[in-house]
């Protein structure tokens, strides 16, 4: 007889029919914005006035820009690095003093080359740059910046990517500057890179450089003020961090990007872009490792466990600091080094 058997029975799963597999692939999210319930991108590049969160340096810079384009004076220089947010604050500046009656002709370089005379007049006049700009058009836009627009209060010319005018481009803005004897010449404010300062210190250009009594710098977010930005932008897109965000892939993440939004926007595009190929509902330092790969090293190295000195060592340091201990308590007993010496001498004769 036969003990301890059981009797299993398989059961195989029913086959699925096509219109269940067609029913589930209809519910199987087609984008990250489905996998985490976004509205909208909330890091996609071009960011509406709404979602313009600045930090505590942002919004003093932001404050002494707007303040100084208002009052029409000094020319403005605005510097900053790469995707530090100038373009984005400068737009917001904008839009704040053109409410205020103020009228801005503003001028960005989004093609590569520097920004010449010939691109920047026929920005002015909102027409494609031509081989060459005759000479009835660049009329045409010098009237543009010195004439008075009805109703406003004064002109702004606002050049954006300033750190690639040519120079060509420095010495018509100089030399608008010079003649300006009757006050018609447009406010100039020039936002860019930090290297815009060796163009402007050259001793041609001092015309243009003496007018520059406002030098705005827009510094990094802290941890908090990205941490902030972050969920801000969450927020706008119907969503909140802790609910698509663990704290660690969020730590890592504000880490690597060092407080540039630019850069921030540009990671966690890329890093819900990963979450959502890979399936994860919620994005953790897998996913941002996915994304963006392996983070540096620590600096630090970790301790090591040190072995004991060995025993004979102990001992002839113990035997060492005995002995010198003894010598140097009893140094007046000991006989004077000519005393040494001559006794020296003695047991040498005696050899001999």
């Known amino acids: 007889m036969q003990r301890g058997l059981t009797r299993v029975q398989v059961i195989e799963p029913p086959t699925p029919t096509e219109e269940a597999v067609e029913e589930e692939l209809q519910h199987e999210p087609h984008s990250y914005l489905e996998l985490y319930g976004f509205a909208r991108a909330p890091f996609a590049t071009g960011a509406a006035e709404e979602e313009f969160v600045p930090g505590e340096s942002h919004r003093s810079v932001l404050e002494a820009l707007a303040g100084a384009m208002l009052a029409g004076q000094s020319a403005v220089v605005v510097t900053g690095e790469a995707q530090i947010g100038k373009s984005t604050l400068l737009d917001t500046a904008v839009r704040l003093v053109e409410a205020r009656g103020v009228r801005v002709l503003r001028i960005a370089n989004p093609r590569p080359g520097p920004l ?16 060459k700009l005759s000479e009835a058009e660049s009329a045409r836009a010098h009237a543009l910046l010195t004439s008075r627009a009805p109703g406003a209060l004064h002109t702004v010319l606002a050049i954006d990517d300033a750190d690639t005018l040519s120079l060509g481009a420095l010495r018509y803005l100089s030399q608008l500057c010079r003649k300006d004897a009757a006050g ?13 300062w060796p163009l402007l210190r050259q001793a041609e250009f001092r015309a243009l450089t003496s007018r520059v009594n406002v030098r705005l ?34 730590a890592d993440v504000l880490v690597r990007t060092e407080g540039i939004p630019g850069r921030i926007n540009a990671a966690l595009d890329r890093v819900f872009a990963a979450g959502f190929e890979h399936r994860h509902p919620r994005v953790t330092p897998q996913t941002v490792r996915a994304a963006l790969g392996v983070s540096r090293p620590p600096t630090f190295r970790p301790q090591t466990a040190r072995k004991p000195p060995p025993i004979w060592l102990i001992a002839g340091t113990v035997l060492a600091v005995g002995l010198g201990s003894a010598l140097y308590a009893n140094r007046a007993a000991l006989p004077s080094p000519n ?9 040498a004769a005696q050899v001999r």
């Open 116 to 131: 010449s005379l010939k691109r920047l007049l026929s920005t002015l006049l909102g027409i494609s740059e031509p081989l």
């Open 184 to 196: 018609t010449a447009p406010q100039i404010v020039l936002v860019g890179a930090p290297g815009i």
């Open 217 to 250: 710098r827009v510094g990094r977010l802290s941890t908090e003020e990205a941490r902030a930005y972050v969920e801000r932008r969450l927020w706008m897109a119907g969503s909140e961090t802790r609910r698509v965000l663990s704290p660690a892939a969020l």
């Open 339 to 347: 005393d040494m010496i001559g006794w020296a001498k003695g047991v």
